[in-house]
């Protein structure tokens, strides 16, 4: 019978593969005699300011071939929305071209009217040549001296020029720029005769093929960036340790008082009425309401920790390099499905301690509590780009491997976990014995209501990450290159402790107001960092970008909701782990009648 222990050397078998395969890939088959053909492909055109919104190549009347050949892709370059083709020029290894011809072409009107649109837009086109990113606008708008819109030029740029580094053998880098002399008039919906041109120019380098991709990583390291990045750290560290040592102070010394307290109150006098946490010793460990549902989510919660970090030490091993097309979408699909096993152990598990008795209910519960939502927002997502023609549309293929996915691998784990879990027969370890009729909770006042105790207890964990975020945003929808895993990683340990120390701050407070409901606010206030995280997309996408149109935006705001509902299950659960300790811990170390 599978264990959480089996699930997780197999993820691991499979991560170092992935590590393996992704450190190694860049650098095994790349070299070329002069005059040898090196693959260069088309991938993709959109507008620059729409990181969502990209369409295949050829959907501009650019010089086709008669018959397109596309590249086999990966799933996660396809997830990506990676569509790479041949390209239509030709860059022969060590042979220099001077202005020569693609295709001459007729352009139509409509063919005009479609390239003024995309130039109005900020069109680029992006290519990969011997797997380096290349990309360029495909023209220009001049705007002139304070003209109105309706006066604005539209020009096509028709040669395109490339110049490449070699050493020795091997490709080293490659830039491309455009000749502004040679543009076509596109202002009007007039016929015009089009030829393409590309100039290639060869250089060689000293630059070792080994470091070939530091070009693309060190725009993240420039010492302002990095003055910055070391900024939020500092700044989070502050948070950190003032939050830490506020509640350590105030919570040893209020505790001690506390056991000081109850403890001469039983040697004076054991009728009398007791006050305080130590008031609701028989209803603290009381279960709480809709147990499946809290055990699905912490059993999620977990697994989406352990997705979470396994990211992360395959970040920081090196295989995330800039421009790995897909390699993370590829992991997280893989890596999700590997850990399936362990929301269903930990959901399980909870979930009979708890006394729960309908487990295969609380199974099904858990492997759709973020599956769910995140299939019907994909649903709805991949309709609209089918809708657009856009390359982030999944082919039928592609949604087939990840439904094989899903039921082969993710659903059987899933079972395998939720039966080790069912037989595990742990009993839920309560220092102190429930009572059978609940006692009545005191009114409090508003600002100890869940709500108000929610925007409390993520304000903190927020406040110590949302310098970081805006590079992570401008990585993911945008064209920023991130590359910093290790302060990155610094962040979210930083992000776990004061979620953990804040939960366990609202926690005292809540049981020393006498409210021994803490199950779920624990949970709520752990995860609702979430919910600050969507109202920073709301404050980036209006102030902070330029997207637009209905595909981004609802791309931008369906996905990122998807996001931050894990990050609410996975800090939810971290509340309530951190909560739950707290409270085991204080109520072993008084005399619970």
Known sequence: MASPAADAASALLVLLAFAVAGVFSDGSDHRYKAGEPVPLYANKVGPFHNPSETYRYFDLPFCSPEKVKEKSEALGEVLNGDRLVDAPYKLDFRVDYDSKAVCSKKLAKEDVAKFRNSVAKDYYFQMYYDDLPLWGFIGKVDKGT??????WKYYLY????????????????INVHTDQSALVDLTEDRETDVEFLYTVKWKETPTPFEKRMEKYSSSSNMPHHLEVHWFSIINSCVTVLLLTGFLATILMRVLKNDFVKYAHDEEVADDQEESGWKYIHGDVFRFPKNKSLFSAALGTGTQLFALTTFIFLLALVGVFYPY???ALFTALVVIYALTSGIAGYIATAFYCQL????????????????????????CFLNTVAIAYSATAALPFGTICVIV????????????????AGKNSKSEFQAPCRTTKYPREIPPLP????????MAMAGFLPFSAIYIELYYIFASVWGHRIYTIYSILFIVFIILLIVTAFITVALTY?????EDHEWWWRSFLCGGSTGFFVYGYCLYYYYARSD????MQTSFFFGYMACICYAFFLMLGMIGFRAALFFVRHIYKSIKCE
């Not at 997207?547 to 209905?550: E, H, T």
């Open 146 to 151: 304070k003209l109105p819109p309706t006066e």
């Open 158 to 173: 028709r040669h395109i020029i490339f110049d490449i580094l070699y050493n020795n053998d091997r490709v080293i880098e």
């Open 324 to 326: 790995n097309r897909g």
């Open 355 to 378: 006394e729960g008795t309908n487990w295969v209910r609380n199974l099904l519960l858990t492997g759709c509590l973020f599956c769910g939502p995140l299939f019907l927002t994909f």
């Open 404 to 419: 094989l996915i899903w039921t082969l691998v993710t659903f059987p784990l899933l079972v395998l976990g939720g039966i």
């Open 446 to 453: 508003w600002y100890r209501t869940t709500v108000p105790q």
């Open 509 to 513: 407070f809540q049981l020393a107001a």
């Open 547 to 550: 997207m637009s149109g209905f």
